[in-house]
Nanobody, 126 residues
Framework: QVQLVESGGGTVQAGDSLRLSCAVSGGTFTTWTMGWFRQAPGKERAFVAAIRWRNGLTYYADSAKGRFTISRDGVKNTVDLQMNDLKPEDTAVYFC???????????????????WGQGTQVTVSS
C-alpha cells in the first residue's frame, strides 16, 4: 500500500510561487504514475498534472501548462509541483495521487481507486 503525504501549501498573493511536495512510501511504485489534483470549494476534484515515475513523462491540464512543473526525485521519493504565477482561481486543496495505471494521465482524468494523500490547502489572494 502506497502512502502519500503532501506538504508546502499556504497563502500567497497573485503572481507568487509555491512548491508542493508529496512524500511517497510503501509498496513498489517505480512503475506507477503519480499525479496532482485540486478541489476548489463546491467543485469536483480536477486533474492538474501527472508524471510517470519510470521515465519522467509529464502531462498537464491546460490551466497548468506554462505555469506549473511536476517532477519526481528518485532519491528522496518525492513528487513535487512547482507552481509559478499563481492566480486566485488556483485556490484549492491540492491532493497527491498514485496509480498503477497510466491511461488516466493521457486523458487528464481521475484514475480508478488511486492512493490519495490527505491534501494541502493553497490560497491565492488578489
Amino acid at each position: 500500500q502506497v502512502q502519500l503525504v503532501e506538504s508546502g501549501g499556504g497563502t500567497v498573493q497573485a503572481g507568487d510561487s509555491l512548491r508542493l511536495s508529496c512524500a511517497v512510501s510503501g509498496g513498489t511504485f517505480t512503475t506507477w504514475t503519480m499525479g496532482w489534483f485540486r478541489q476548489a470549494p463546491g467543485k469536483e476534484r480536477a486533474f492538474v498534472a501527472a508524471i510517470r515515475w519510470r521515465n519522467g513523462l509529464t502531462y498537464y491540464a491546460d490551466s497548468a501548462k506554462g505555469r506549473f512543473t511536476i517532477s519526481r526525485d528518485g532519491v528522496k521519493n518525492t513528487v513535487d509541483l512547482q507552481m509559478n504565477d499563481l492566480k486566485p482561481e488556483d485556490t484549492a486543496v491540492y491532493f497527491c495521487a498514485a496509480s498503477s495505471t497510466s491511461s488516466w494521465a493521457t486523458t487528464r482524468t481521475t484514475p480508478y481507486r488511486p492512493s490519495w494523500g490527505q491534501g494541502t490547502q493553497v490560497t491565492v489572494s488578489s
